[in-house]
């Protein structure tokens, strides 16, 4: 049987990497090359958007065919395939071969647009220096200030990138940067406020709601993108109307995203990415704001740029960095958490990987935010207390908005949907425990006080995958959702599930005051310190971990490891 075949029959490739291949296959008359094509579409179509001849190593089933995959990657065969118009080194091919990279043809295209526009964006002179001073004073304040200082580099390029941890002021900064670009401007500026999920526009339209008219909105309806578009209705012949564009939480968007919403803005236009470059990338292939920040060297800028942050924003910068370096700047000053104790200080362990810190933190936190279960304590019985608390607390409030605010309060996260600790057996076990105590029939399928969350986009709803809502019995069963006036039947609610435990995926772009975090023992790939840094830094006020002290430590000594060739390609 041929390996492709067995890699099937085993599911670690699926139907679409198969029909793939064969397609290859037959267009190009090309047999043996079977297995090669099987695994470059599983690879570029999961988390990367190429693949590293150099790095197959990294492929889940590797150790089991290294042989095979060896074989089907070396140079002599990639040759060998490229003779039959499959492979080439420019864009002529379905399959291109570049710095040791294979690429699809689209994500080439998407990386080369989104690098050349990264590229290409202007350096903007200070047209008004004593303007635009006296402008960053005011909005700042005298002296040394990092926010001043990411403001003034916002000012000074047609793409910039602010990063930083929960609490640092992304948004604070970026709203005082339109207050300054309004006033340096000889017109009203046309601004457009967007995020990668609707959770995500939806708690950004709490923090700028005193910004009359912004209103943000998901970066698909920005786009004009829906089930069935998939390209933004936009282009460079008919660019989007906006001179200003903010995306918050820019590390959720995928390399064919931001490639869409680059090829929309019009010629001049400012492009804002908010986003903490530590949290994960994108569930999507990409890792668009990490390759960015990387590549940029947040924390530097050349000496010209740290000139200028001297003379307009009174502070000192390192000064050891490349011209990529001057669009990116690193706010590192937590105004919510203190680093040297509790939830700050293991944020900061976990952005440094160091397992062992974070391990003797969670087991010995002074601060009373962090407590400790271990995985193999009686850890259902917690969890049927927690659901009868929250499921009290909720009801106990008789207008939907409370009841909505009393839910978002605290969450179970978990990495996985499946498994003894996923979301899945979690929020059936939620129900058991509710009906168990007789706090809801388990012959209903809806019952007051329900938290559900949306699983897929439905657009005449207005009603996105990801967003959190609750059941309430008012005049019948409705779903309550979170900056929504009015509530939705709970019969015309698209594909829905329970929402007691949901994904760390998921959770980005939300906070709780109480995040209880499961950390099963994993060797998944996806068991990694940016999972675990971004599950931490969903709490506002207290964590709650359990796990083991070996998964703890194993989660922190592995990072994500996402191919692409956006970082070397800003670089060079």
């Known amino acids: ?50 693949l590293k001849i150099d790095r197959i190593d990294i492929l889940p089933f590797y150790k089991d065919f290294k042989d095979e995959l060896d074989e ?37 295209r998407s990386e080369k647009l989104v690098g050349d526009f990264i590229r290409k964006s202007a350096v903007l002179s200070v047209t008004d220096g004593v303007k635009l001073k006296r402008l960053l004073v005011r909005e700042f304040g005298e002296g040394t200030n990092m926010q001043k200082a990411a403001a003034l580099c916002a000012c000074l390029s047609g793409f910039c990138v602010i990063t930083g941890g929960p609490g640092t002021g992304k948004t604070t900064t970026v709203r005082k940067v339109l ?15 967007t995020a990668p999920t609707g959770k995500a526009a939806n708690r950004l339209n709490e923090t700028l709601a005193d910004l009359d008219g912004l209103k943000a909105v998901t970066l698909h309806r920005l786009l004009g993108i829906t089930g069935s578009r998939d390209r933004s209705r936009f282009s460079q012949e008919y660019p989007m109307p906006y001179d200003v564009v903010i995306v918050d939480e820019a590390s959720m968007v995928d390399l064919k995203m931001m490639s869409e919403l680059v090829n929309s803005l019009k010629q001049g236009a400012r492009l804002i990415l908010l986003g903490d470059k530590d949290q994960l990338s994108s569930v999507m292939p990409g890792s668009v704001l990490g390759d960015i920040c990387t590549a940029g060297n947040t924390e530097a800028f050349t000496p010209a740029r740290a000139a200028l942050i001297k003379e307009y924003a009174d502070t000192d910068v390192v000064t050891d960095g490349k011209a990529i370096s001057d669009i990116t700047a690193a706010l590192t000053e937590s105004h919510r958490f203190d680093d040297s104790e509790g939830i700050g200080r293991l944020a900061k362990a976990c952005r440094k990987g160091d397992g062992d810190e974070a391990a003797d933190i969670i087991m010995n936190d002074a601060t009373g935010r962090i407590a400790f279960i271990p995985a193999d304590g009686d850890v259902m019985a917690f969890f049927r207390r ?21 839910a978002a309060r605290s969450i179970i ?12 057996a979690i929020n059936s076990f939620a129900l058991s425990a509710l009906s168990r105590e007789g706090l809801r029939s388990s012959t209903e399928k809806y019952f007051h006080g329900q938290p559900v969350m949306i699983t897929e986009n439905d657009y005449s709803m207005n009603l996105f995958n990801g967003e959190t809502g609750l059941v309430v019995k008012r005049d019948g069963m409705k779903a309550y959702f979170a900056g929504r006036e009015k509530p939705v039947g709970v019969m015309r609610m698209p594909a829905w599930t329970n929402v007691y435990a949901m994904t760390v995926h998921k959770s980005q772009g939300s906070e709780f005051d109480h995040v209880i975090l499961v950390l099963p023992e994993s ?10 840094y971004t599950a931490v830094t969903r709490a506002k006020e207290k964590l709650t971990v359990i796990s083991t002290e070996a998964a703890i430590r194993s989660y922190l000594n592995r990072r994500t490891e996402r191919f692409s060739g956006l970082e070397d390609y800003l670089k060079s």
């Open 1 to 50: 049987m041929n390996t492709a075949d067995l890699l099937y029959e085993n599911r670690q490739l699926r139907d679409i990497d198969i029909q793939f291949s064969k397609q290859m296959c037959a267009i190009f008359g090309c047999q043996d090359a079977y297995l090669f094509f099987a695994v470059l579409f599983y690879a570029v179509s999961t988390e990367h958007t190429c």
């Open 72 to 108: 089907a990657f070396s140079s002599e065969n990639i040759e060998k395939i490229a003779v039959s118009g499959a492979v080439a080194e420019d864009e002529t091919a379905p399959v291109i071969h570049s710095g040791g990279r294979l690429y699809l043809a689209a994500f080439y």
């Open 179 to 193: 207050n300054i670009l309004n006033e340096l401007s000889d017109k009203a500026l046309n601004i457009a406020v």
């Open 386 to 406: 927690y659901v009868i608390d929250l499921h009290k607390i909720i009801t106990a409030e008789t207008e939907p908005q409370n009841m909505l605010t009393a």
């Open 413 to 424: 996260l978990c990495p996985n949907v499946m498994g003894r600790f996923g979301t899945q």
């Open 523 to 532: 060797d998944s790939p996806i068991a990694t310190r940016e999972l675990f």
